[in-house]
């Protein structure tokens, strides 16, 4: 980083300290609660900062107080880092796409990335976009039930607009995939009251009101990937394809590595595919 960055930086930060003191409510002498906001990001931060190409003066920056540097990101974000949108569609029933959906998270820890997460359905594209295909029965029972939790999903983001996907996504997919919780019937009661929504949403399991609504999000993606994929499926800079499947979930620069390669090469004009079999189960680790 040039040493004219981080002097620009340290302007930014010290201007942005009188314009930020009254709403937190600290003084240059207290920065607990700005801490209290903003230390898990600010860690990220100074360990990316350590690893950076030193200039003079670097180890007096590296020590300013934490809630400097939690500015500092704001800061960073003004000096012209663009923050790249990825559109990732979901099923909370599928074990890859929880692994994909928390590796995305991972990404932007590490990248400036930011995810809107998206609905689909197994069951619509299973039994419905695919009725033809002979299914086991013990997989098509499992798709039977898999309009419930998509459907709470839309009932959350109906009520609560779609920036509440993510966390009900995060907050369902938690009980299923880590607590392995699929036969417990208060998971998705559960899963409202962990985001802050009234549990009777959790009726919209048994109401096809927002069917319409899961089908054209779905429809979305797939008239551009294909019926012949599921999920996830991500969409970057205009291109959408199924993937990545990995597992267990990459973590940090791994991660981002990992986002590098997906965005590179699906920005590739005539470029549709790289598989190879699957060797081991879901990790969620």
């Not at 950076?52 to 590296?62: E, I, M, S, T, Y």
């Not at 995305?104 to 990248?111: C, G, I, N, Q, S």
């Not at 609560?160 to 019937?185: F, M, S």
């Not at 208060?186 to 009251?193: I, K, S, T």
Request: net charge negative; with cysteine; proline share 6%.
């Amino acid at each position: 980083m040039p040493q004219a960055e981080v002097a620009h930086a340290l302007r930014c930060v010290r201007g942005s300290i009188a314009a930020t003191r009254c709403e937190f409510d600290v003084t240059l002498d207290d920065p607990s609660h700005l801490v209290e906001h903003f230390g898990d990001a600010l860690l990220d931060l100074r360990t990316v900062l350590r690893g950076a190409q030193p200039v003079k003066g670097w180890d007096a920056f590296l020590s300013i107080e934490l809630w400097s540097g939690a500015l500092w990101l704001v800061c960073w974000i003004d000096m012209g880092e663009s923050v790249q949108v990825a559109q990732f569609w979901f099923d909370p029933l599928c074990p890859w796409a929880w692994i994909t959906s928390r590796w995305m998270l991972e990404v932007e820890r590490v990248r400036p990335v930011r995810t809107e997460w998206r609905m689909m359905s197994l069951t619509y594209l299973n039994l419905v976009q695919h009725e033809d295909t002979d299914w086991p029965a013990d997989y098509v029972e499992r798709l039977m039930r898999g309009w419930g939790p998509i459907r709470v999903c839309a009932a959350a983001a109906h009520h609560a607009g779609d920036d509440i996907l993510g966390p009900i996504y995060t907050a369902i997919g938690t009980r299923y995939h880590v607590e392995g919780r699929w036969e417990d019937p208060n998971v998705l009661g559960d899963a409202v009251d962990e985001v802050g929504l009234p549990r009777s949403l959790a009726d919209a399991v048994d109401s096809d009101d927002f069917d319409e609504t899961i089908k054209r999000s779905h429809n979305e993606v797939f008239q551009d990937v294909g019926l012949d994929v599921g999920t996830p499926a991500i969409r970057v800079l205009g291109n959408a394809f199924f993937g990545p499947v990995v597992s267990p979930a990459p973590k940090g620069e791994a991660a981002g590595l990992l986002w590098d390669g997906f965005v590179l090469v699906t920005n590739t004009d005539g470029f549709f595919e790289i598989k190879r079999s699957r060797d081991r189960q879901p990790s969620f680790d």
